[in-house]
């Protein structure tokens, strides 16, 4: 399939998700702050403040990261494929009191002057893209140098979750590829010495609850939108599982069976160590 194609695919689809969905019922912190929200969480951590940062928000979807960092005191600009998706950010950040700039088109053709972000923010964005080594080219160009590249995405080797997701066709789009030992090494290779932290072993026992107990239909429900909602008091047996994967998480090999990783770089300071000039 052209990449053509495969735009206008997502853009549709992205679209008709942007359009069922009402601003005023959007959760936007607990995206970051929920005792499940487990990668957002370790992401704040790595990057400390971000007041007065320029952050670019690449894929932001519906808006809640571009949206949160704004609250944070970040110069946010989000960009997406979805002129629905944009449009629908734009109005959540009305709605949330702060301003959050949006561009539309596909990640792999973003146009900014160089050197002009101290970050780039990627949520579950980089395993939609086609050609992602464009993608890194670009996003290493226009980061500021010592700038920092941040992302979540899910990994592609747990054969639980790989059930979930053939179960759960309809809620995502067929072009996704969740990523891999080779796009982990492609990330370092723009960014080198790159952090990497995996989430969800023993814990996607929630992912079980909701389709097993709760009768969630994964064809109709975003499972991985719904742990947002979870609290503190509804993840009770929950918590010791968190704690296990702390550990797990951890191991070579075993880790690759998380749900996510995530990562953070930095582009170098030291011209020498570039990929391009």
């Known amino acids: 399939m052209k990449t053509s194609d495969i735009w206008n695919k997502e853009q549709a689809f992205h679209d008709r998700w942007a359009e069922s969905v009402d601003v005023a019922k959007l959760p936007v912190d607990v995206t970051f702050t929920g005792p499940a929200a487990l990668e957002n969480r370790w992401l704040l951590q790595q990057l400390g403040d971000v007041r007065g940062?320029?952050?670019l928000d690449v894929g932001a979807g519906l808006g809640e990261s571009a949206v949160y960092f704004a609250k944070l005191g970040a110069e946010v600009t989000a960009t997406d494929i979805s002129p629905a998706m944009a449009d629908f950010t734009h109005?959540?950040?009305a709605h949330h009191g702060v301003k959050v700039r949006t561009h539309i088109g596909p990640a792999e053709t973003l146009a900014f002057p160089a050197e002009s972000f101290d970050i780039v923010h990627l949520a579950n964005t980089l395993h939609h893209v086609t050609d992602k080594r464009a993608l890194l080219t670009r996003l290493r160009a226009i980061l500021k140098p010592?700038?920092?590249y941040c992302s979540w995405d899910p990994v592609k080797y747990n054969p639980v979750i790989n059930v979930y997701r053939r179960l759960a066709q309809a809620v995502r789009t067929d072009d996704e590829a969740p990523l891999g030992l080779v796009e982990l090494r492609l990330v370092r290779e723009y960014f080198p010495g790159a952090k990497v932290h995996f989430f969800w072993i023993s814990?996607?026992?929630?992912f079980l609850k909701y389709?097993?107990?709760e009768r969630k239909d994964?064809?109709?429900?975003r499972y991985w939108k719904m742990i947002y909602l979870e609290t503190p008091a509804s993840l009770w047996w929950w918590r010791p599982l968190a704690r296990l994967d702390?550990?797990?998480?951890?191991?070579p090999g075993l880790r690759w069976l998380a749900w996510n990783m995530a990562l953070v770089g930095q582009k170098p300071l030291d011209p020498a160590r570039a990929i391009f000039s």
């Open 218 to 221: 994964p064809g109709r429900h």
């Open 91 to 93: 109005r959540l950040a």
């Open 146 to 148: 010592g700038g920092t």
């Open 246 to 251: 702390d550990f797990l998480t951890r191991l």
């Open 211 to 213: 389709y097993l107990v």
């Open 53 to 55: 940062k320029k952050l």
């Open 203 to 206: 814990t996607l026992t929630l």
